[in-house]
C-alpha cells in the first residue's frame, strides 16, 4: 500500500508538470474538469495497474481531439490526396526505432487532418456519417474497458447491457420472448448469420458432413452484395442465389419470388432462404415484407429482413408501417451506424428463436467457457470468438435520448430527405429517379454526366457525394443519414452542386 501512495504522489506530480496540462487547459476551462477526474482517479485508487504513459496518451487523444473537431466545423472536408502520393505525403514506414510523443503526436496530428471527413457537413457519399456525441462517450469507454464480449466472466455487466438492447428491439418488431441475438461486425455479417442459421435448419447434416444438397436461397436484384458473397462463404454457392426482379420502385415483386421458388421445386432444388430487403442500397426501396412472409410461410423458407440502412424505422411511430409483416420474419437486422450515428460498426442481428442461434454458432471450449451458463456467455451465440463490445455505445445514445429520442432521430432523416426532394421536384433542371419513403434521393443536374459531378466534386474538395444505377438510369445519390444535418446543410448540397457546375465544367 505504502509503495502505491508513494508512486501515485510521484505520479499526481509528473501530471502537474505535463506540458498538457498548461495551455491546453487554460485554453478552454471546462477541460480542467477532465484533470480534476483523473486526479481524483488517481488520489482514490490505490491499485492503479494501467500504464501512466495512458494518462500521458489521453491527453494527446483530448488535443488531437480538439484539432479534429475544430477542423470538421470549419472545413467540413479534407484536401484529397491523391493515393499514390501517400506514401510521400507521410511518414507512414515503421522503422526499428519508435518515435518520441511530441513527433508522434504531429505525424497523428497530420494523418488524421487529412482522412475524410465522414461527420462534416459535406459528406454524402456512403450510408453513415455523422456522429452522435454520447454513443461516441460510449465507444469510448468500450476502447478503455477493452471487454470481449465472450463470456460473463470478462464482460460482467457488459453481457445485460448487450441483451437488454436485444431484448428492446425485439419488443419493437413483436417478437417472441423466445428471441435472441447478438451485435455482429456488420451487416454483411448480420446477413450471414442468418443465412447459415437458416442453412442448418433446413439441412441440419450441413453443420457436420458439409452440404450435399442444392440449397437455394432468393433476394432481390438490387439487394445488398453481401448476400452473394455470403452464398459463397456458406457453401451454398454463389450459382444458388436466385435474383428476383424488382418493380419501378426497385422492390422486390412476390408473383416472381414465387414463381421462382415453385420452379426450383420442380426440379427437386431445395428453396430455404428468402432475404427481404428494408431499404435497398441504391434505392432505399422496401421489399413487401408482409406478402413475402406469406410465400416464405406457404413454402416453408426461413424469412430473413436485411433493414441494415433503413430498419431504424422500427423506432418511429410515423415511419412503422414501412415494416407491417416484420413480426412473421425469422430473423431481422439493422445499422445503428448507418443513420443513428454510433461509430463503426454498429449492427444489431435478432433471431426470432435464441435455440437457432445457439444450435448454429455454439461450440465447446473449456478453456472459455468456465463459468455462468450459455444465456451469459455470448460467446455460443456468435460468429466470433474475442468480440468488441459495440452494445455500450448504442446502449449509451439510447439511455440518453430515450426510446423517443431515437423515433425522432429517425423521423428527421426522412424529414431532410424530403426537404432534398422538395427541392429537386421544384426545380425544372433536376430529374428525379427515387420515390418518396426513401433516404435516397436520387437525381441528376440538367444534362451533366453523374459519374463526372460526383468525381469533380471530390477531386475539387467540394462535396463528397456518389453516383448509383437503377433500371438503366444512372444518377447522383444523396443520402439523407446525417440527423445533425439542417434543412440549410441539405440545401447547400444543390448550391454547391449548381455553383460548381457553372464554373468548372
Ligand atoms: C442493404 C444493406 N445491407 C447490408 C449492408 C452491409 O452492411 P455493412 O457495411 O455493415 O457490412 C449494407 C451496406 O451498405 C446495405 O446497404
Not at 11 to 24: D, I
Not at 108 to 123: A, C, E, Q
Not at 387 to 395: D, E, G, P, T, V
Request: aromatic letters at 12%; charged letters at 25%.
Amino acid at each position: 500500500m505504502t509503495a502505491n501512495i508513494v508512486k501515485n504522489t510521484l505520479f499526481l506530480k509528473r501530471r502537474q508538470e505535463s506540458p498538457y496540462n498548461s495551455g491546453f487547459y487554460k485554453e478552454k476551462d471546462k477541460h480542467a474538469n477532465y484533470t480534476s477526474y483523473f486526479s481524483n482517479f488517481a488520489k482514490n485508487n490505490f491499485t492503479i495497474i494501467m500504464s501512466e504513459q495512458l494518462f500521458d496518451d489521453l491527453h494527446i487523444f483530448h488535443s488531437l481531439a480538439n484539432e479534429l473537431i475544430t477542423d470538421f466545423n470549419e472545413k467540413g472536408i479534407s484536401s484529397k490526396i491523391n493515393s499514390k502520393d501517400l506514401l510521400q505525403k507521410f511518414n507512414l514506414s515503421l522503422n526499428n526505432e519508435g518515435l518520441e510523443d511530441k513527433e508522434l503526436k504531429e505525424l497523428l496530428k497530420d494523418l488524421i487532418l487529412h482522412t475524410p471527413k465522414t461527420s462534416g457537413k459535406l459528406f454524402f457519399n456512403q450510408l453513415f456519417g455523422g456522429l452522435n456525441s454520447k454513443a461516441v462517450l460510449g465507444d469510448l469507454l468500450a476502447v478503455l474497458l477493452n471487454n470481449s464480449m465472450a463470456t460473463y466472466k470478462i464482460a460482467g455487466p457488459m453481457v445485460e447491457v448487450e441483451k437488454e438492447i436485444l431484448r428492446k428491439i425485439s419488443q419493437l418488431i413483436s417478437y417472441p420472448d423466445s428471441s435472441g441475438g447478438t451485435l455482429p461486425t456488420g451487416g454483411s455479417m448480420s446477413n450471414f448469420m442468418a443465412l447459415i442459421i437458416s442453412r442448418d435448419k433446413k439441412c441440419s447434416k450441413s453443420r457436420i458432413s458439409g452440404n450435399t444438397q442444392n440449397l437455394i436461397c432468393y433476394t432481390s436484384e438490387n439487394s445488398h452484395y453481401s448476400i452473394g458473397k455470403n452464398a459463397s462463404f456458406s457453401g451454398i454457392g454463389r450459382e444458388n442465389v436466385r435474383y428476383i426482379k424488382t418493380n419501378e420502385k426497385g422492390e422486390m415483386i412476390p408473383d416472381l419470388l414465387r414463381t421462382e421458388i415453385e420452379k426450383d421445386k420442380e426440379k427437386a432444388f431445395i428453396p430455404f432462404f428468402v432475404n427481404a430487403t428494408l431499404g435497398t442500397t441504391v434505392m432505399g426501396a422496401i421489399d413487401p415484407i408482409y406478402d413475402i412472409s406469406k410465400i416464405c410461410k406457404q413454402h416453408d423458407l426461413w424469412l430473413h429482413i436485411d433493414g441494415c440502412y433503413s430498419g431504424s424505422v422500427i423506432f418511429s411511430k410515423k415511419y412503422k408501417h414501412f415494416v407491417k409483416g416484420i413480426e412473421h420474419s425469422d430473423s431481422f437486422c439493422f445499422n445503428p451506424h448507418k443513420t443513428l450515428g454510433t461509430p463503426l460498426s454498429t449492427s444489431i442481428f435478432l433471431v426470432k428463436n435464441q435455440k437457432d442461434l445457439h444450435d448454429s454458432f455454439s461450440n465447446k471450449a473449456e478453456y472459455l467457457y468456465q463459468t455462468d451458463d450459455d444465456e451469459y456467455n455470448l460467446g455460443q451465440t456468435s460468429f466470433e470468438c474475442g468480440r468488441r463490445n459495440n452494445a455500450l455505445k448504442f446502449w449509451t445514445l439510447w439511455k440518453s435520448v430515450g426510446t423517443n429520442g431515437i423515433a425522432k432521430m429517425v423521423d428527421q432523416n426522412y424529414h431532410l430527405a424530403n426537404v432534398a426532394r422538395d427541392y429537386i421536384t421544384n426545380n425544372k433542371d433536376y430529374t428525379l429517379y427515387s420515390f418518396e419513403d426513401s433516404l435516397s434521393v436520387c437525381f441528376n443536374y440538367k444534362n451533366y454526366d453523374p459519374k463526372i459531378i460526383c468525381t469533380e466534386l471530390y477531386n475539387h474538395n467540394k462535396l463528397m457525394i456518389g453516383y448509383g444505377k437503377h433500371k438503366g438510369n444512372e444518377f447522383i445519390r444523396l443520402v439523407s443519414i446525417n440527423r445533425e444535418n439542417s434543412e440549410e446543410n441539405i440545401l447547400n448540397v444543390f448550391k454547391v452542386i449548381e455553383t460548381f457546375c457553372k464554373n468548372n465544367l
